[in-house]
Nanobody
C-alpha cells in the first residue's frame, strides 16, 4: 500500500500565494516522477507540473512563470509553490506519484485532492 497525504490548499485572494505539499509513504521501492494535476468543475483533469527524480521539470503553459514544483527525495515529498494566483486556477489539485514497487512494477498513485479557491 502507498499513501499520499496532501496539504496546503485553501482560499486566497487573487494575486496571492499557496504552497501545496504531498508526502508519499508505504510500500515504495523507488519514486520516479512526481507531479500535480488539477480538475476544475466541468473540466477534465490536466497536468499542472511534474518533476523527475533528477529534477527536470515541465509545466502547463497556463502556470509557467507563476508556479514552481520541487521535491525532497529524502522525504518522498513534492511541493507546488503557487504565486500570482488567478480565479482560473480554481480547482481540486491532485498529487501524482509514479513509483516502482519491490516487484519492479511502475505504478501510478494519486492523492485525495485538495481544493484551491481564488477570490477575485
Amino acid at each position: 500500500q502507498v499513501q499520499l497525504v496532501e496539504s496546503g490548499g485553501g482560499l486566497v485572494q487573487a494575486g496571492g500565494s499557496l504552497r501545496l505539499s504531498c508526502a508519499a509513504s508505504g510500500s515504495i521501492f523507488s519514486i520516479n516522477a512526481m507531479g500535480w494535476y488539477r480538475q476544475a468543475p466541468g473540466k477534465e483533469r490536466e497536468l499542472v507540473a511534474a518533476i523527475t527524480r533528477g529534477g527536470s521539470t515541465n509545466y502547463a503553459d497556463s502556470v509557467k512563470g507563476r508556479f514552481s514544483i520541487s521535491r525532497d527525495n529524502a522525504k518522498n515529498t513534492v511541493y507546488l509553490q503557487m504565486n500570482s494566483l488567478k480565479p482560473e486556477d480554481i480547482a481540486v489539485y491532485y498529487c501524482n506519484v509514479k513509483a516502482w514497487n519491490v516487484l519492479g512494477n511502475l505504478n501510478d498513485y494519486w492523492g485525495q485532492g485538495t481544493q484551491v479557491t481564488v477570490s477575485s
